[in-house]
Nanobody, 123 residues
């Protein structure tokens, strides 16, 4: 059974940083897309960042480009999201996702989801 477990969320002041982790178990995703999405109260789920190809090509949402960096450690079957220069509008539940496809760039392409971790940025 595949499980994705996020960690690293919390409360931070605007301008601060957080690093989210997502550990996968049940199968190896080193050659498959993995990414991060977020959802704020009353808003739709939003794409944040992803390895859209298993080989390492990355893509970022426009609102986080230049501030967030996605990385992965295949030996640990883990993907990370380094978030810098955080803004109050980054406040949301952040979800890790993994795909069985070769190429995945929107939410419906992802087959597995974590339970989410709350990130709150105070002004």
């Amino acid at each position: 059974q595949v499980q994705l477990v996020e960690s690293g969320g919390g409360l931070v002041q605007a301008g601060g940083s957080l690093r989210l982790s997502c550990a996968a178990s049940g199968r190896t995703f080193s050659n498959y897309p993995m990414g991060w999405f977020r959802q704020a109260p009353g808003k739709e789920r939003e794409f944040v960042a992803a390895f859209i190809l298993g080989g390492g090509s990355t893509n970022y949402g426009d609102s986080v480009k230049g501030r967030f960096t996605i990385s992965r450690d295949n030996a640990k079957n883990t993907v990370y999201l380094q978030m810098n220069s955080l803004k109050p509008e980054d406040t949301a539940v952040y979800y890790c996702a993994a795909s069985n496809r070769v190429y995945a760039f929107i939410a419906v392409h992802y087959d597995y989801w974590g339970q989410g971790t709350q990130v709150t940025v105070s002004s």
